[in-house]
C-alpha cells in the first residue's frame, strides 16, 4: 500500500514541478490528461470566466469533473477538498462559502502544496488553506466541516474504505460528499491493474460502481448516488489496446 502511495506522490511531485515551470499536464497517464479529450477530463463543468477571475487556468485542474458545483456550497460553510493537487477546487469553493466560510485543500505531495499556496497569492484568496496530510489520517477535528469534496483522487487510494471513513469523521452530522472520480466499468487486465503508472494515471486503481456505492455505504453515508458521466475505452483516457473500460462519475452521498 506504501510502495502505491509513494509512486502516486512521485507522479504528482513531478506533474506540479511541470505545472509552476509554465509546462502543461498531462501526459496520457495522469489524472484528467488524455488524448480522448482537449483538458482536463470535465473541463467543460467548469466556468472559464470564474476560473480567469482567479487569474488560472483550466491547466490547474487534474480533475476528472467539477464537484464544486455538485456539493452547492453556502456562505459560511467549511469546505475540504481530497487530494487538493493545484488548489483549483479549494480556491473556487472559498468563493463560493464567503463571507464566513473556509476551504481547505489536503495534500500529501509538497510541489502540488508549494503550487496551491502560490495559486492562492496569485489569486489573492484568504479563506483557504492548504494542510499536509494523507487521506487516511485527514489532520482535522471530527465533525468539523459541513461539505467534503474530491476530486479525481480518491481511485488513487489503495484502501478506498480507510479514505471514506475519515471523510465521514470530519463531517458534521447533515454533512455532504461530493465526489467527482474515476471507477471502472468493464474489468481491466491484471497487467493494467498491476501497473504502477496506470494506478497513478487513474487507471489502475478504479473500482467497479457497485463496489464504490458500497464503500461509501460501509463508512456510514446515506443517500449515495452514483452517476457516471463520461466512459472512455482502449486508446482514450490512458487505457492501452485491448483493455477494459473506465468513466467519470459523480458520487453524492450524507452524514446522518
Ligand atoms: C489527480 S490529482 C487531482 C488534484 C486535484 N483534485 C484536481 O482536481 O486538480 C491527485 C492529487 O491527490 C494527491 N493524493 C493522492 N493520493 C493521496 C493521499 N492518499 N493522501 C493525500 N494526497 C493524495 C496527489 O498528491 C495529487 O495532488
Not at 488524455?34 to 470566466?49: M, N
Request: glycine share 12%; proline share 5%.
Amino acid at each position: 500500500m506504501d510502495t502505491i502511495r509513494e509512486s502516486v506522490r512521485a507522479k504528482y511531485a513531478e506533474t506540479a514541478i511541470r505545472l509552476s515551470q509554465g509546462g502543461a499536464c498531462c501526459d496520457a497517464s495522469c489524472c484528467g490528461g488524455s488524448d480522448a479529450v482537449s483538458g482536463p477530463i470535465g473541463a467543460e463543468a467548469y466556468s472559464t470566466a470564474e476560473i480567469a477571475d482567479l487569474g488560472l487556468s483550466l491547466g490547474a485542474s487534474l480533475g476528472c469533473g467539477n464537484p464544486t458545483m455538485l456539493a452547492q456550497l453556502h456562505a459560511g460553510e467549511v469546505v475540504l477538498d481530497l487530494g487538493s493537487g493545484a488548489g483549483l477546487d479549494v480556491l473556487l469553493s472559498a468563493g463560493r462559502v464567503s463571507p464566513g466560510g473556509h476551504a481547505y485543500g489536503i495534500d500529501m505531495t509538497d510541489e502540488m502544496l508549494a503550487l496551491a499556496n502560490e495559486n492562492k497569492a496569485r489569486a489573492g484568496v484568504e479563506n483557504a488553506t492548504f494542510l499536509k496530510g494523507t487521506l487516511e489520517a485527514i489532520p482535522l477535528a471530527p465533525r468539523s466541516v459541513d461539505v467534503v469534496i474530491s476530486n479525481c483522487v480518491i481511485n488513487l487510494a489503495a484502501d478506498k474504505a480507510a479514505v471514506l471513513k475519515e471523510a465521514f469523521r470530519v463531517l458534521k452530522p447533515g454533512g455532504r460528499l461530493a465526489v467527482s472520480d474515476m471507477v471502472e466499468i468493464e474489468p481491466l487486465p491484471i497487467e493494467v491493474k498491476s501497473a504502477l503508472d496506470a494506478w497513478a494515471g487513474c487507471v489502475a486503481g478504479t473500482i467497479p460502481v457497485e463496489a464504490y456505492r458500497a464503500a461509501v455505504l460501509g463508512a456510514g453515508f446515506t443517500e449515495v448516488e452514483v452517476e457516471v458521466t463520461h466512459t472512455f475505452g482502449p486508446g482514450e483516457a490512458g487505457l492501452p489496446a485491448g483493455s477494459g473500460k473506465i468513466a467519470s462519475a459523480y458520487i453524492r452521498a450524507a452524514k446522518p
